[in-house]
């Protein structure tokens, strides 16, 4: 048989046709000409004969090119998928397939816009939420082998303490049980006054014991951690600062072997800690823990909770085994120890949980899946424009597939359409994203750890393309699968009407929105809860008049201030120094100031006089608070019963306290509590009687309980870590920030004023996490509200313009227009009243989520319930209207005319 | 001149008739391109041939409006050829051309059979 190939090769060569397709050619005409060539021979033609008449086939060929070439052009310019079968290589349709997908897009700018920025909005909330969770939640600890490490706490279910700090002879235990712990170090926090390095200034120290970095695994940047002689009391005190206090400092010069000075302590420093490896993190400064200078109590009894410890768990040991082997530890002490350890227990926290505070955890948590539904609900917004376009094209995709593309090249094409648009939707939502995160940041509670850690990341990237991954899903394939099942007959015929392809449209259309309002629903109640709650928090009564206050901390220097006399004196002098100033009404120090303010009660529990000691009898727990005369006048907290402290009541005077009122009606129910006398009995041990009675007042924050409290006056007790509160005559408290700097610096220039804020900064402070997560959601919310009434408008508004006819001949036999407002009406919400009871189902599994972040609100409270249906009824009438007045005002001949 | 004037009016004819034939020759089989050239040949009895160079530009074209669609096919014990099927279009195109073409046969037959009368 003649070779036909290199000749046909030849014919066709400067047609310039795609490879692949010049090959097909060239292998159909010599297969035509092997054919022909074999009739010939059979015929009795010779080899020459037949070779000659086979290529005469040939003969005018400059036509057969012709033909071609103009082939090859008009199929330059066809849609390819047309019909066109299946041959090209894959990655040759699929770019086909992608530019088709983007003429297509173009053709729609409206639909195109609007389906980007949903699925924008959608992804970018979703990566920049991820972005804050990443951070927070899931970024992995500084520390080596972190989920090893655990911190140690004490727990009291019955007093409802969760984490209190331990014992030193506790922690002393675990050291011994080698076979749970690695390493188990102790850290005593303070705050020390910074002389260098500018302004005296407040820094957070750890005192830590010798395990302390071996347990961490921590090495310094620079210099070197402490050896065993560091912690000998008779060596030089030497110290480690962090990276941050040393750049802000010390402006990151050399600063190994230099001398500074906390409280007037000489500390020389011999190490410098990387960025961000540190705990607790808020640690400025390490100090060795010198353990030969406790006291025989600190180091042996069992109740001094006062120590914050570190533990890593041995290789192998699981942490439920060691929480075991902790809690069977304190079982046996409680066992011994029945009087001070009765319901106490040790619970090893893991140290990412001990690091983000428990109620971000739940808001962040909560906002991811708030956003994903929010994302979800994009998507199906998009995918329900997707089903309108696609019922608009049934006719050309009917076409198509008559034309002989197959079902899966259409659905192909399809694919790539939504690719594309996702593409589009994750480009928008990466540059909403970098704007979201900084707002997020921005907004986010003060103290929010690896807050400066939130930014774009390959995570976060992977997140997005997740998301828009789920997007081409939901988007792309439903309507691609529901469009085509069209029936060629359908399509091929005129109108829409019984067309099969928008019926079952419709019916995918209108559970997309059921599921949009249901998804809807869950974020409307969440932040409807909030919103009450926080409505709630903001109004609660703090027990005390926080407007035109401002508070400040100092530590008076033991070693400048040495005796209860002269600490008096100088806190005295404070006092009086403000009083006298013209701006102040009021002026008074404490340890502890309400609502969030700082400082700290310090726990005692409380006997009356006459009363037997534990187990005998029942003690009263309560927080001290040392406070000057002024105190009560100056946070206008009201007197109820008695008198407040004066000047009167001295060291040499009778001991006295006033109390609160929920501990005076535990102490003494149903008797005055004035005139009795009390004493802590397991530490000051010292009858005092109680002058006063006051009210309850929010020490903590806002959104706690009131706890009892008890108040001492400072020239009984004179304590050296005093905050300074002070009451504006009038106007904002902040302007009198220098005013209590320049006057202490008057009296003493050694000393710092730290933290200097009004009241009311520490009360928002202390409800910024529910804030935080009820803007947030509420900001969600209203985007799928947003999205649900357009789910709502677009499926109504499609479902009556297909039944125009329907609604011309209503009209004609006499239906009014309010008939036809109410069939509108009635249709949407119907879909509406679907989407609400499966939301309300999904609402109360959801809103137990929430419950921690709410105050005084239940996850069912009837208003918060009631505002969401009323809410969400409103955006479906709003989202109603439009359609139906539309069907209304249907002229019947126009409506059976447009068929 | 008569000679030129039947070459054209040959060819034309064998133009205007080429899509007609070619689908109908694939309206209720797949043929490939040799098959359905060599059935016009003999169901013409020789009357009608095209050659390779306008038949498979015929097909390519008739493919290119969706009419008909080629896909290699291999049956046993025979090398893959590429086999043309109709499409539903082509149906339409095919029930549409053929009535054109009676009413046009049977419109001359009338003209000319009135001339021969």
């Known amino acids: ?899 | 001149m008569k000679h030129t004037f039947l070459a054209t009016l040959d060819r034309e004819l064998k133009k205007g008739s080429a899509e007609l034939l070619a689908l109908s020759l694939v309206e209720h089989r797949a043929r490939h391109g040799y098959e359905i050239g060599k059935l016009i040949e003999q169901r013409s009895l020789g009357r009608v041939r095209f050659k390779a160079a306008s038949l498979y530009p015929l097909l390519y074209r008739l493919e290119e409006r969706g009419w008909i669609q080629g896909r290699w096919t291999e049956r046993a014990g025979e090398r893959r050829r590429h086999f043309y099927r109709i499409t539903a279009a082509g149906r339409t195109v095919l029930r549409a051309q053929r009535s054109t073409w009676e009413g046009f046969v049977s419109a001359i037959r009338r003209i000319t059979e009135l001339e021969h009368a």
């Not at chain 1, 012709?66 to 310019?77: D, N």
């Not at chain 1, 209108?510 to 009450?532: D, K, P, S, W, Y």
């Not at chain 1, 700290?600 to 309560?622: H, K, M, S, T, W």
């Not at chain 1, 509108?824 to 119907?830: A, F, I, N, Q």
């Open chain 1, 1 to 899: 048989m003649p070779e036909w190939k290199t000749e046909l090769k030849q014919r066709l060569a400067d047609l310039d046709l795609p490879a692949s397709r010049e090959a097909e050619i060239v292998e159909e005409l010599s297969q035509h000409l092997d054919d022909r060539y074999a009739e010939l021979r059979r015929a009795g033609a010779d080899e020459g004969e037949a070779r000659r008449a086979a290529l005469d086939e040939l003969a005018e060929s400059h036509r057969m090119r012709m033909e071609l070439a103009r082939l090859r052009r008009s199929r330059r310019a066809a849609v390819p998928v047309a019909g066109e079968p299946t041959r090209g290589r894959f990655g040759v349709r699929l770019w086909q397939d992608v530019r088709v997908g983007a003429r297509t897009l173009l053709r729609r700018p409206g639909f195109t816009l609007a389906a980007t920025l949903a699925l924008g909005l959608g992804i970018g909330a979703t990566s920049a939420i991820f972005a804050a969770v990443d951070a927070v939640l899931l970024r992995p600890m500084p520390f080596p082998h972190a989920d090893r490490l655990y911190v140690p706490v004490s727990v009291n279910q019955a007093r409802h303490i969760d984490s209190a700090s331990v014992t030193f002879a506790d922690v002393q235990d675990w050291r011994g049980a080698t076979e749970t712990f690695a390493a188990v170090a102790l850290l005593r926090p303070l705050e020390l006054d910074l002389a260098e390095g500018g302004d005296p200034e407040r820094v957070h120290v750890s005192q830590v014991s010798e395990d302390f970095f071996r347990v961490l695994d921590i090495t310094p940047a620079a210099g070197r951690t402490f050896v065993a002689e560091d912690h000998d009391p008779k060596s030089t005190l030497v110290g480690l600062i962090t990276d941050g206090l040393w750049r802000r400092r010390f402006g990151g010069t050399d600063v190994i072997g230099r001398t500074i000075h906390l409280a007037e302590m000489p500390v020389q420093i011999v190490g410098v800690l990387p960025p961000r490896v540190v705990w607790p993190e808020s640690t400025e400064v390490v100090l060795p823990m010198r353990s030969a200078l406790f006291g025989e109590d600190v180091r042996t009894r069992r109740d001094n909770m006062i120590f914050g410890a570190i533990a890593r768990l041995k290789d192998g040991v699981s942490a439920q085994a060691a929480d075991a082997a902790v809690a069977a530890m304190a079982a046996r002490l409680a066992q011994a120890e029945p009087v001070i350890r009765k319901g106490w227990t040790n619970a090893l926290v893991p140290i990412r949980d001990d690091l983000v505070d428990r109620d971000l955890r739940v808001a962040l948590l909560v906002l991811l899946g708030a956003v994903a539904a929010v994302l979800l609900i994009a998507c199906a917004n998009v995918a329900n424009l997707a089903l309108v376009r696609a019922s608009g094209r049934a006719r050309e995709f009917a076409l198509r597939l008559s034309l002989g593309a197959s079902r899966a090249r259409l659905i192909q094409q399809l694919v790539a359409e939504s690719v594309l648009l996702t593409a589009a939707g994750a480009l928008v939502g990466a540059a909403l994203a970098v704007p979201a995160m900084r707002a997020l940041v921005a907004m986010a509670p003060e103290g929010t750890p690896f807050l400066d850690a939130v930014h774009l990341n390959p995570r976060m990237l992977l997140a997005t393309a997740a998301a828009g991954a789920i997007a081409v899903l939901i988007s792309g394939l439903l309507p691609a699968l529901s469009t085509s099942v069209v029936q060629l007959g359908d399509a091929l015929r005129d109108g829409t009407g019984g067309s099969g392809v928008s019926r079952r449209s419709a019916r995918l259309r209108g559970l997309l929105v059921i599921g949009e309002v249901g998804a809807t629903v869950v974020l409307l109640t969440m932040a409807a809860l909030l919103i009450r709650s926080f409505g709630r928090l903001v109004r609660v009564d703090p027990g005390v008049s926080i407007d035109r206050v401002i508070s400040g901390r100092l530590s008076i220097p033991s070693a400048r201030y040495q005796d209860d006399a002269a600490r008096s004196r100088f806190v005295r002098a404070i006092a009086d120094r403000l009083e006298a100033l013209p701006e102040i009404e009021a002026a008074a120090l404490t340890s502890f100031v309400p609502v969030g303010g700082g400082g700290f009660g310090l726990g005692r529990v409380f006997l009356a006089e006459g009363r037997p000691e534990p187990p005998a009898g029942p003690d009263i727990g309560a927080q001290w608070n040392v406070v000057t005369p002024e105190y009560f006048r100056t946070l206008g907290i009201p007197l109820r019963e008695g008198r407040v402290f004066t000047s009167r009541d001295t060291a040499a005077s009778p001991p006295v306290i006033i109390v609160s009122q929920s501990f005076a009606k535990r102490m003494f129910p149903g008797q005055t509590a004035v005139g009795q006398r009390i004493r802590s009995w397991r530490d000051e041990n010292l009858y005092r009687e109680i002058v006063g009675v006051v009210d309850d007042v929010k020490y903590t924050g806002l959104s706690e309980q009131e706890i009892p409290l008890v108040y001492v006056p400072h020239t009984q007790n004179s304590w050296g870590a005093m905050l300074v509160v002070a009451r504006a005559r009038h106007g904002d408290p902040a302007a009198l920030a220098p005013v209590l700097q320049r006057t202490i610096a008057e009296l003493d220039p050694g000393l710092a004023v730290a933290q200097i804020r009004t009241l009311r900064e520490s009360a928002d402070r202390s409800i910024a996490s529910q804030r935080y997560a009820m803007l947030l959601l509420s900001v969600l919310a209203a985007a799928a509200l947003g999205l649900a009434a357009l789910g709502i408008y677009g499926v109504t508004s499609y479902v009556f313009a297909l039944r125009r006819r329907e609604l011309g001949i209503r009209l004609a036999l006499g239906a009014t227009r309010a008939n036809l407002y109410g069939l509108v009406l009635r249709h949407g919400l119907r879909l509406t009243a679907a989407g609400l009871a499966i939301g309300a189902a999904g609402s109360v599994v959801a809103t137990r989520l929430v419950q921690d972040l709410l105050f005084d609100t239940a996850a069912t409270d009837v208003a918060s319930w009631a505002a969401m249906v009323a809410t969400l009824g409103a955006a479906a009438l709003a989202a109603c209207l439009l359609p139906a007045r539309r069907a209304a005002s249907a002229a019947p001949t126009g409506a059976l005319r447009a068929e």
